[in-house]
């Protein structure tokens, strides 16, 4: 069965600095979805992308955040200057688009600010 | 706007018991519905989904989960808990508002599974 896959695992960076995660969809899906989860805390929606650009975003969406769809397989969140906050497991996740279509959901990168 | 509410943060039952975490929406329309569970150190996967049509729905694992409109219930459900059952599982409702899929999650309910 397709999934989402999404790398790396793990990753640990200085505060300040930019990370850039990544994200494989499956292939015949159009919405591409990042959620964060914070330990402890419920899964919350950052972000859909829809033909190219985005469709929706969060209020935690803000200027320090950024997705693209550099090719046709890849979907990235990039994250400018991080702060010790944006420490959480990050979900890329995708669907067919239509409102009852599930998204499908990648293992997660756990960032970690130091 | 669409919200979800997981009653219980922590569940924990005997092996061979019945399960049942508890579900409630809120809806300012006819909803659509889900059930993922998180295994330890992985992602989100799809147990079950209410959208039209049959108000009970079986999903996968032996789960199944019963839509009640009056009660703005979408509570899952397991005759018989197994020692693998244990995972976080996470109710949501499909925010329809931009045309497409947005879920939004409640809180998630951890169980745990004893002999």
């Known amino acids: 069965e397709p999934e989402v896959t999404q790398t790396p695992s793990h990753q640990v960076t200085q505060m300040g600095q930019e990370v850039i995660l990544r994200c494989v969809p499956i292939?015949?899906?159009?919405?591409f979805y990042w959620y964060r989860q914070i330990l402890g805390q419920k899964v919350e929606f950052l972000v859909s992308f829809y033909n190219n650009e985005i469709s929706e975003k969060s209020e935690i969406f803000d200027d320090q955040f950024s997705v693209e769809r550099p090719d046709g397989s890849n979907f990235t969140l990039k994250i400018r200057s991080t702060k010790l906050e944006d420490s959480a497991m990050y979900f890329c996740?995708?669907?067919?688009?239509?409102?009852?279509?599930?998204?499908?959901f990648g293992n997660g990168t756990r960032l970690t600010v130091t | 706007a669409q919200s979800v509410t997981q009653l219980g943060s922590h569940v924990s039952v005997s092996e061979g018991a019945l399960v049942l975490l508890r579900c409630n929406y809120s809806?300012?329309?006819?909803?659509?519905l889900f059930w993922y569970v998180q295994y330890p150190n992985q992602g989100l996967q799809l147990l079950l989904k209410?959208?039209?049509?049959?108000?009970l729905v079986k999903g996968i694992n032996g789960f199944e989960a019963e839509f009640k409109k009056s009660e703005t219930s979408f509570h899952l459900t397991k005759p018989s808990a197994h020692m693998s059952d244990a995972a976080e599982y996470f109710c949501?409702?499909?925010?329809?508002?931009?045309?497409?899929?947005?879920?939004?999650f409640g809180a998630g309910t951890r169980l745990a599974v004893h002999p």
């Open positions: 949501a409702v499909s925010d329809r508002s931009g045309g497409y899929n947005k879920l939004i």
């Open positions: 809806s300012s329309v006819p909803p659509y």
């Open positions: 292939s015949n899906h159009l919405y």
């Open positions: 996740a995708s669907s067919e688009g239509q409102p009852n279509s599930p998204l499908h």
């Open positions: 209410y959208t039209t049509g049959a108000t």
